[in-house]
């Protein structure tokens, strides 16, 4: 919503702090700008590998019950 503003606090290393100030020279742009920029990129694709995990997680377990089972028949 347009407007709509939330104050957030992050804590940052050392090293990320200064990426973000040498990029935040070299493009012109406030760090505020870029880490909301991150933010809106990296989240989509945070999400999709967040999915990913949980879909190897549980084809790793069927696997696994699988091969329980195969051996406690043999």
């Not at 700008?33 to 945070?46: M, Q």
């Not at 590998?49 to 084809?59: D, F, S, V």
């Not at 696997?63 to 406690?72: A, F, T």
Request: net charge positive; charged share 30%.
């Amino acid at each position: 919503m347009a407007g709509d503003n939330r104050h957030l606090q992050l804590r940052l290393s050392k090293e990320l702090r200064k990426e973000i100030g040498e990029l935040s020279l070299s493009l012109g742009m406030t760090a505020s700008d870029i880490i909301r920029g991150a933010l809106f990129f990296g989240l989509p694709i945070f999400a999709q590998m967040a999915e990913i995990q949980r879909e190897t997680g549980k084809r790793l377990i069927r696997k696994l019950k699988m091969e329980s089972r195969l051996r406690s028949g043999a």
